[in-house]
């Protein structure tokens, strides 16, 4: 983002800490529905990234927002396993979190393709584009995008995967119990259950005609190229109902899973209690916590690295490697977004004096360190594929 370009968009943030909400807090009015339906999966990523490069036209880094944000597809690499009747022995649809953007699966897109998966990611509807986009939302269209991408997968691979972050490992979750195509899950710090509190979020509905803010968890810069900072009420309430539409039964299908015991953003004990629920003996569940466990089929991972002034993992951390160029340890893009709102001062601390700061998940226990940048990285993200390599492996 350019200086000009950053200096107009702290001129507005100034004025929303006032409730004078930017356009950016608006429905862009193109992006509320799911609208592939029936297209080739090539036809809806070029159909996606030209409404994304309208909608981001004249931004200083526009293309690469756009390139981004936007969904794609790759084609298994090397040698690999054609099917019976189809292209590819095996495909993965990847889903991403709610906030994100297709960004944030690229790495294990590349995984997935060295290992001979054909790769389709999709963008979820109301993602991408601007934060206003969410508060009209609903997440049956978030479901039909990734009914959408399995059946795109179905085209071309004999056996479906299903791999999402978040609240797409809730949307794969959903997929999955009601298609007796999908032969697997990949599940990454899952959103299986949220504060309860989610569940009257719309409550504002009754008032914010007449004051817009209140239709805000919290209104931040947006300053992230591939993730909205900002997070309104709809949003929380529609992640609340699909929590709520996940099926309580044992899992007959192989899964992988990833997650940390501090993640601040779900319940990370709903993660334990899905995985005493994936009966098939292949499943197993990487851990990352600061205190050691034993269970059946789960890896443990301390997450503290004091040398590296990492003090635990984090929501953010899972899918990301450490030499990612925007999120990774030296990445463009620091996260102090919970200084922003409540201390000025440990805001600019946290985003110019990275040699001062702690970096793990934002937890009470963690931000009485001292300075704590939210991480955004896994230092043990090799670690990870090879434990997925291993589930590969194992797999029927």
């Known amino acids: 983002m350019g200086a000009d370009d950053n200096s107009g968009l702290l001129r507005e943030y100034d004025g929303e800490k006032m409730g004078i909400l930017g356009l950016r807090h608006r429905p862009s009015g193109v992006n509320a529905r799911f609208a592939g339906k029936g297209w080739p999966f090539a036809d809806y990523v070029s159909q996606t990234q030209a409404m994304l490069r309208q909608l981001h036209e004249g931004k200083n880094e526009a293309e690469r927002i756009v390139t981004g944000n936007s969904p794609f597809e790759l084609h298994p690499a090397g040698d690999y396993r054609q099917g019976r009747d189809k292209p590819c022995r095996r495909g993965v649809l990847l889903t991403h979190g709610l906030t994100d ?36 939302m609903h997440r049956r269209e978030w479901a039909a995008a990734v009914a959408y991408g399995a059946d795109c997968l179905a085209a071309e691979a004999d056996e479906i995967y299903l791999a999402g972050f978040s609240a797409g490992a809730a949307l794969s979750v959903l997929q999955a119990v009601q298609d007796l195509r999908v032969r697997g899950l990949f599940l990454f710090s899952p959103a299986f259950e949220i504060t309860p509190l989610a569940r009257w979020a719309n409550l504002h509905k009754l008032y914010s005609w007449l004051m817009p803010a209140a239709a805000w968890v919290s209104v931040m810069q947006d300053k992230d190229l591939y993730k909205y900072e900002s997070f309104c009420k709809n949003a929380a309430a529609q992640m609340h109902a699909l929590t709520q539409a996940l099926p309580q039964c044992d899992m007959d299908i192989p899964v992988f899973a990833a997650a940390s015991a501090d ?85 600019r601390a946290c985003m110019t004096q990275p040699q001062d700061a702690w970096l793990g998940e934002v937890d009470p226990q963690y931000l009485g360190r001292g300075l704590l940048r939210r991480l955004m990285y896994n230092p043990h993200y090799a670690a990870m594929e090879a434990s997925m390599q291993r589930f590969i492996e194992e797999l029927p």
């Open 101 to 136: 953007s297709p960004y944030h699966m690229r790495h294990l897109a590349a995984f997935f393709q060295r290992n001979g998966f054909r790769v389709m990611a999709v963008l979820l509807p109301g993602h991408g584009t601007q934060p206003g986009d969410l508060l009209e």
């Open 263 to 347: 993640d601040a953003t779900v319940m990370p004990a709903a993660t334990l209690r899905f995985m005493q629920r994936a009966r098939h003996p292949c499943s197993r569940l990487v851990w990352y916590s600061t205190e050691k466990i034993e269970r059946r089929n789960v890896e443990w991972v301390d997450s503290a690295i004091p040398e590296r002034r990492i003090l635990s993992s984090a929501h953010t951390a899972i899918v990301m490697p450490p030499d990612d160029p925007h999120y990774g340890a030296a990445g463009d893009y620091a996260n102090c977004l919970h200084y922003c709102e409540k201390d000025g001062e440990r805001y």
